[in-house]
Structures are given as C-alpha cells and as structure tokens.
C-alpha cells in the first residue's frame, strides 16, 4: 500500500449501475484520486463497487476489506480492487475499515451502513479533537439521524458532518485531507 491518505467510504451493496447513487459514487472515486487519495471499501458490488470503479480509474489505490466467511455468496472483491484484506468477520472489517482510513465518507444505504455510519462518529467522538479524522455523511437521512443523536443523546455534532451530495463530501474530505481540488 501506498503513503496516500486512504479514505474509507461505506455505502450501500444494492446499488446498481442504472442508478445516479451509482454514477455519484463513481464520480467521488475518482475525484479522490485524482486528487492523490486511495480509497478503501467493504470490496463488494453496489456504492463499493462505484468508488472503486472511479478510484481505479483515476490511478488511485483501491483497498476492498472483504468478510469472505460471513458473504460465502459473494465471489470476491469487486474487479477494480488492488489489494483485498479478508477480514474475519464484520466487526473486524468495520475496524479494519476505520483503522486505514484518513477520513471517512458514509453514503446512503442501509442497515449495515447506518453502524459504520455510527461506528465512524464514535471513533470521532473518542478522539480528541486535534486528532480527529474527517467523518462525512451524506443525505438528508444522515442529517436527520445525526439531529436525532444530537439531541436525544448528546452525541458530539462537531465529530460528524452531514453534506446533501457525494461531491459535496468529496470536497470537505480532500479540503480536511489538505489535498485540495484534483489533479
């Protein structure tokens, strides 16, 4: 692996190429890299395949954290993956995840999404906050939860930022990362 910064992006397994969610991810993929950041998936097919799509088109590294154990279905990492790391089980892949990444983006999804979506703010919220990473969620259901965290359990709102787009996710990663606009 490179000394890029790597940012870790969660999202959803469901998405399919027809649809904008799709072609939004792709496009933060290589906008990451092009700015010179690799990123990291869960190295399946849906959002994870999109970033991965539009990183490794814009010669970036692209990491895929695989569970092989707990997705037997699943035939492997996508095909824009470089370097597989198989995890165990999920929640080493959800630490493995947070653990290479520089920042994270969370793009809509579901279930498993909404805990990396939660596990990323904890990290953020046990760090102190000259050492925190960038965590960025996207979509006005992130903003709405996060609202909710906020005021019913006093979770930290300054460990979390919610952005409306994938691009606009983009930016805030790359402006924290000190990467600025692509290259």
Known sequence: MS????????GSHATTPDQPAYLAA????????KAGA???TGGYGGTMEAVSEGA??????????????????RTGPNRFVRTEIPAHDIFERDRYLLG??????TLPGSIGTIVE???????????????????????????RLAET????????QEAMICVPTARQ??????DRLGLGEPR
């Open 3 to 10: 000394d890029s910064p790597v940012v870790t992006v969660f």
């Open 26 to 33: 792709r496009q933060l993929g290589l906008m990451l890299a």
């Open 38 to 40: 690799g990123v990291a």
């Open 56 to 73: 490794a088109a814009g010669g970036g590294e692209v990491i895929g954290v695989t569970a092989p154990r707990l997705f037997p279905h």
């Open 100 to 105: 290479l990444a520089s920042a994270t983006i």
């Open 117 to 143: 979506f939660t596990e990323a703010w904890r990290e953020a919220c046990l760090a102190p906050p000259s050492a925190r990473k960038a965590h960025v969620a996207v979509g006005e259901s992130f903003r």
């Open 149 to 156: 965290m906020i005021q019913e359990f006093g979770v930290d």
């Open 169 to 174: 996710a983009g930016r805030v990663v790359l």
